[in-house]
């Protein structure tokens, strides 16, 4: 009796490696968080050490570069990636990413993901993976960027935009907002790629930085008088952290909180406002040094889960949380200094959210920038006279920077201060009188802010 030949076992792949599959079809089917999606299945699947940063390096370096492996592979294919299966393409990108971006032996990143696809599909499937991984192992990043980026010489904003991995659209707005230092739009791009620092931030009243510094092994920051930053190791596990006395925070953030309690104030009565407070980060900054001068800070926050966070981060601080929308609160106006830090498009922290590059669109400006308009209207109405707005928002963008704060000043009596002055010792931080934070100068977020005093 004839017996049909078995059909080879398939090996799927090793646990570092569908993880971050797993976690990249995530991201394409549920518009998942990487940076939240990936720590929570480690954790579940029980993946530590040198597997944890395999696949760490993999998720988010295939989130990151998507731009560029989209186009090299449709290059090797043939075809757009729009028209190739979406987990082929989740594999595809994966095999990639290690071929170009990574020390991994061509075979073992071909013939892992052909493996993957067999097991997905079918063998006439893992040939095609099989044969677009073997045509871009032909050549190294170098040699696809040369073939497929625009001439750096006609279009140098998306010749930097590709071979950074970023869409053209972004590069254009860092670019613009850079202005006559453009030519820092490369290191710009660069700078979104690496890992960024831990920053801790201590609690004015309960330690100083110097003590969290030498309780973390850390090293006291640059700018910030509240600055640390962590060399190594999970920051929620640290007991300062856990007990409250230090928040995880970048720099820029924490000098954007101390701007506003540095504002010129005439007269302060005490009377602080948050008016973007979730999940309450610079709220419990301010709060702590609301703490020192006899001053109480009112938060609002209209999303429940963020309420509940600024509730936990500012425990014990003089801090009323509100869940009203800030453009609606029906509070009673004369607030001596107020913080408006809006949402935005998060432009400027796509070093800690790997896929918003490509998630962002242009079309998300006008909802955005209108709501910050509205926002700031808002804040303005608040604020006493002879008070002061601290406008900021995590984004280098024109529109939702310089212009949402021009048309504030058309519409409303409100005046510029400098506010550099406020975020010293740092410098570089542009022509004024509005501050620009970038990481490549000053390893913080891409922090705008600008500082209005109500007339």
Request: proline share 7%; hydrophobic share 45%; with cysteine.
């Amino acid at each position: 009796m004839n017996q049909k030949p078995r059909r080879p076992r398939r090996k799927p792949l090793d646990p570092a490696r569908r993880a971050a599959f797993d976690v990249l079809r995530a991201v394409s089917e549920r518009d998942a968080y990487p940076n939240l999606a990936l720590p929570a299945l480690l954790r579940e699947r029980g993946i530590t050490g040198r597997d944890a940063a395999f696949a760490t390096e993999l998720t988010y370096g295939t989130c990151r570069t998507r731009g560029l492996l989209d186009a090299v592979i449709g290059a090797a294919a043939g075809r757009t990636p729009e028209a190739i299966d979406p987990v082929l393409l989740d594999l595809l990108r994966l095999g990639t990413y290690q071929l170009l971006r990574t020390r991994v032996e061509t075979h073992a990143a071909v013939s892992t993901t052909v493996e993957q696809a067999a097991i997905e599909f079918d063998s006439a499937r893992a040939g095609f993976v099989n044969a677009v991984l073997r045509t871009i192992s032909g050549r190294d990043e170098k040699a696809w960027v040369d073939e497929l980026a625009p001439d750096p010489a006609a279009d140098p904003v998306g010749h930097a935009a590709f071979v950074h991995a970023h869409p053209r659209w972004i590069a254009q707005a860092f670019a613009d907002a850079l202005g006559a230092a453009a030519g820092e739009l490369d290191a710009v791009l660069a700078s979104d790629d690496e890992r960024p620092q831990v920053h801790l931030a201590a609690r004015p009243g309960a330690l100083t930085a110097e003590e969290l510094a030498e309780a973390v092994h850390g090293t006291v920051g640059r700018y910030s008088p509240y600055a640390v930053y962590l060399p190594s190791g999970d920051p929620g596990e640290l007991p300062a952290v856990r007990d409250g006395q230090a928040l995880v925070q970048d720099e820029g953030s924490q000098l954007v909180a101390r701007a506003l309690t540095l504002a010129p104030v005439d007269g302060d009565t005490g009377r602080w406002l948050d008016l973007c407070a979730g999940p309450g980060g610079k709220t419990a900054l301010l709060a702590a040094v609301a703490a020192g001068r006899d001053a109480r800070v009112t938060a609002v926050e209209p999303s429940a889960h963020r309420a509940d966070l600024v509730e936990e981060n500012t425990r014990g601080l003089p801090v009323e949380v509100l869940r009203v929308d800030g453009r609606q609160t029906g509070l009673e106006p004369g607030f001596d200094r107020v913080l408006v830090d809006v949402p935005c498009t998060g432009l400027g922290a796509l070093r800690r959210r790997p896929e918003a590059r490509w998630r962002r669109r242009p079309a998300d400006i006008p909802a955005l920038t209108r709501l910050q308009r509205e926002l700031l209207e808002a804040a303005i109405a608040l604020t006493r006279p002879d008070g002061v707005v601290l406008y900021a928002t995590c984004s280098p963008h024109l529109a939702e920077t310089v212009g949402v704060v021009a048309d504030a000043l058309r519409r409303h009596p409100v005046s510029a201060l400098d506010t550099r002055p406020l975020f010293e010792p740092a410098g570089d931080l542009g022509d004024g009188p509005y501050v620009q934070l970038w990481p490549h100068r000053h390893g913080t977020d891409a922090m705008f802010a600008a500082a209005l005093q109500v007339g």
